[in-house]
């Protein structure tokens, strides 16, 4: 990644970084249920297109935890930041809750023969709980945004090219 050659980061470019990582999380996440839904009701290899846009997403949103992950073993340890400092403490444990969830939710889909009603409702309840679990994330991510051309270039710097890295999977 190319956030990690950086030698630290600063608390503006860390909260880009954040704010980066809930919006991907979210995007793969919405865009897993929205595939879900597509094949709702048939058998498994019914829809082979909205199957691997499926699967091309959910197991996305795995990459995305493992960059955050990634991110935070790079500086958390070093970093301290007036406001939110919880998001970097909590990093470790929030993400392997996480994938914790997304593994399960993974494997009922992959252990089903078909797309049930029931399959489908369990996953996109299991994607809804993971955006909970990174609640202070996304509260820190929306009150950035309330600056919007106010921000600091080093916060929009971050974010891109943590974007960017999230994008090379």
């Given amino acids: ?32 249920a929205m595939y879900l839904r597509k094949v709702e009701g ?47 403490d909590e990093a470790p444990k929030r993400t392997r809750t996480a994938e914790e969830i997304l593994v399960r939710a993974n494997e009922v889909i992959d252990a089903a023969g078909e797309y049930s009603s029931e399959v489908v409702a369990a996953c996109v309840l299991a994607f809804q709980s993971l955006t909970t679990t990174f609640e202070e994330e996304r509260r820190s991510a929306e009150q950035s945004a309330l600056l919007g051309p106010l921000l600091p270039e080093e916060f929009k710097v971050a974010r891109a090219t943590f974007v960017q890295d999230l994008a090379a999977r």
């Fill in 42 to 88: 048939q058998p498994k290899g019914a829809a082979f297109a909205y199957e691997m846009s499926l699967d091309r997403h959910r197991y996305g949103a795995l990459t995305v935890l493992d960059r955050w992950a990634e991110l935070v073993r790079a500086f958390g340890a070093h970093l301290r930041i007036s406001r939110y400092q919880a998001i970097i």
């Fill in 1 to 32: 990644m190319q956030i990690t050659r950086h030698p630290s980061l600063t608390e503006p470019q860390f909260l880009g970084c954040a704010s980066a990582f809930v919006d991907a999380l979210s995007g793969e996440l919405n865009a897993a």
